[in-house]
């Protein structure tokens, strides 16, 4: 008990004597310590390690004891925050695979978005500055967004405007409408693969994922039924048009019968129409939306993909209460999309320089794939792309049997070829080893080049799996 008061009150002392000296200035040794307070050094070392604990000093073993920043612990402590955090809802081994870019010297085939050189650059540098000369750019825009934009948005889908709010993109758009349409805890259907930032917004709004199996129709609608029986879901994820990663396009027969069974359950259906300006032959199929006068369908736009990805905007159309809900609810998390990015993506949409752009995307985009396609079945062997997409900008590639993706990808990377792991984009496990090669970021000598470097690493690692 001695001890103890007399270490209390060398404490004391030390941390006024410290309080003279700089951060970081080294205190006497516990030797020196115990001579000027005639105390001995397990009392001294008691001292100090009281003090550690206040933060006024810091303890180094074999070094000595320093003066630690003022009234503050040398290192943060956050332990604290996770039991009051409690567990994460977005897992974050998947959050963390995405949106990665990679640096300059990575040949880029697995991002989602367009090389500079086919990105409308000239006309959104021209709108750009005009734009931002005018004050309506620095204005608040209404909440919902521009009447002229919301209108265009509008058009494309036979929708009304007042249907039609406008969003900072399809990401935020894909969160905001699971959080808003379903409550946390209750499930959400998604095909099955599938865009994997739909599984981490569906994550983020606390709902339980339930896959169902697509095939190049689009989503299995007879295993479709099956799950909405057995969950009772009421909402239903699905990319109707050029589907990512497969490239599907849902089928006319398949397109009445989600609807029909959206109608049965009561259910919503997200379609993530993103890819509509992305059609590379032919022409897209409608947008579901217009299929559904009832109000089960609820579309969401995005300009990233056929304009630029910094532009952020994007639109969402719901009808009946539903629109009602995500209008009030939208406030809640924000004023408005700025103005100045708005009045450049009506610009565009308006201007004769747009039609122009999607002309030259689909054949810069077309020769991409073609040479993507023809690249992987000359030089990958064994691996086969599934279904030659008619639009979109990913190629869905099946690799040979016993190949370990996750391996794959990793060793692509060091090499200098980023691509998306197949693993990525199920809920569950895969049924086969897959990964997705995207033609839309790299020129074509760097896709012949990258999925010839992808190729020299296959056998090694499909070998080693057999082996395993
Ligand atoms: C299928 C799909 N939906 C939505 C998005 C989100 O796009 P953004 O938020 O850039 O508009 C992406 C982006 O990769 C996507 O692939």
Redesign the pocket.
Known sequence: MFTGNRADEIADMLKLQAGLMRVGEKLPSVRELSKTYAASPVTITQAITSLSAQGVVRAEPGRGTFVAGRNSPAEPDFAWQSSTLGRSRVDPGRAGKFGGNGTAEHVQLSW??LAPELQPFDELRTIGSRCAKSHRAWTMAPPMGLPELRRVFAEELSAEPGDVLIMP??????AFAMRTLADPGTTVITESPS?P??TIAAQAAGLNLTAVPADEHGIRTDHLAEALERTRAKLIYL?PCF??PTGSVLSPERRLEVIALAKQYGAFIIE?D?ARNLSLEGSAPPPLFTQDPDGHVVS?A????PAA?GL?V?AIAARGPAGERLRTARIADDMCVPALTQEIALALLTSSAWPRHLKRLRTGLLERRDAMVAEIHSSMSGARVVNVPTGGIHLWVKLPDGTDSTALTAAANRAGVLVGDGRQYYVDEPPAPYIRLSYSAASIAQIQAGVRRVATLLPGLSAAAERA
């Not at 993109?169 to 894909?174: F, I, K, R």
């Not at 995005?302 to 993909?305: I, P, Q, V, Y």
């Open positions: 989602g978005y993109g399809g990401q935020q758009s894909l865009y930032g739909a990319q589907a990512n993530d993103w969401i995005t300009l990233s993909k990805p952020r994007g």
